[in-house]
């Protein structure tokens, strides 16, 4: 099993940053993939970003050159930063782990006011 743990939502207005992070524990295994994924009221769960324990990465389209995801490996953390927000960034926002298993964290709101 995983256990991986939000913190950083929050509300903050149009054009500011908030950065997220995700800490794993548990049965880690080393050749993972991490990332983070949205759920907007009304609308299916969607991918933001994803990150290999290789750093290789990849973004939504909506997300590309406003959002940078990160990990350090060392304490098993995968981190989003998430710069120019708009409202439509609004959603609970969940941290993925993917090895054999997909788990997910129970999910951090983001609100982003106009």
């Known amino acids: 099993q995983v256990q991986l743990v939000e913190s950083g939502g929050g509300l903050v207005q149009a054009g500011g940053s908030l950065k997220l992070s995700c800490a794993a524990s548990?049965?880690?295994?080393?050749?993972?993939?991490m990332g983070w994924y949205r759920q907007a009221p009304g609308k299916q769960r969607e991918l933001v970003a994803t990150?290999?324990?290789?750093?290789?990465?990849n973004y939504a389209d909506s997300v590309k050159g406003r959002f940078t995801i990160s990990r350090d490996n060392a304490k098993n953390t995968v981190y989003l930063q998430m710069n120019s927000l708009k409202p439509e960034d609004t959603a609970i926002y969940y941290c993925?782990?993917?090895?054999?298993?997909?788990?997910w964290g129970q999910g951090t709101q983001v609100t982003v006011s106009s």
């Open positions: 993925n782990y993917q090895r054999i298993n997909s788990y």
């Open positions: 548990g049965s880690i295994v080393i050749a993972n993939r």
């Open positions: 990150i290999t324990s290789g750093g290789i990465t």
